[in-house]
């Protein structure tokens, strides 16, 4: 019930797909599976989402090399549709309940991401395709070197 009065601030939508899944896509060398857990449809577009219990941030998305990249991904690919928001839904018991995420314009989402490129949002999803493909082209070359991202902190409980 907290979710559903959580969502009724949001602008209006209509839920388009609930674990959609796309097969044989391909991306760069790559042929793909990907399932996204929700698509809404709004005036200005789709807005791909996706459900998480744990925490989850957007500015991830964001570098060279993004963690948790299935909606970034996803939202790179041909659409008949635009892209108007990707964002996380953080559904956690005893905490805030938040649809986090990018955004096309303000207001398709219920709060701005102070995170969010400045550049417009046509352009992050342009500059996502960009980086993904080449990670996928890395990936497919063999090329997978052992090169943490945080490190130290990504390697606090590795052998060594």
Request: aromatic residues 10%.
């Amino acid at each position: 019930m907290q979710w559903l009065e959580y969502e009724k601030k949001r602008s209006d939508f209509t839920v388009a797909g609930v674990e959609e899944k796309r097969e044989n896509v391909a991306f760069g060398p790559l042929e793909l599976t990907l399932r996204a857990d929700r698509i809404d449809r709004t005036t200005e577009g789709l807005v791909l989402i996706d459900y998480k219990t744990g925490q989850a941030k957007p500015k991830s998305w964001l570098g060279d090399r993004p963690d948790e990249p299935q909606l970034p991904l996803y939202a790179s690919l041909p659409a008949e549709e635009p892209i108007a928001a990707i964002a996380f839904a953080t559904l956690r018991t005893g905490k805030e309940l938040q649809l986090a995420g990018f955004q096309s314009s303000v207001g398709i989402l219920p709060k701005p991401n102070k995170h969010q490129p400045k550049e417009p949002f046509d352009k992050t999803l342009a500059g996502w395709k960009d980086v993904l493909r080449r990670l996928a082209e890395e990936f497919y070359a063999g090329h997978a070197e052992v090169n943490p991202k945080n490190y130290p902190a990504t390697c606090e409980f590795c052998e060594q």
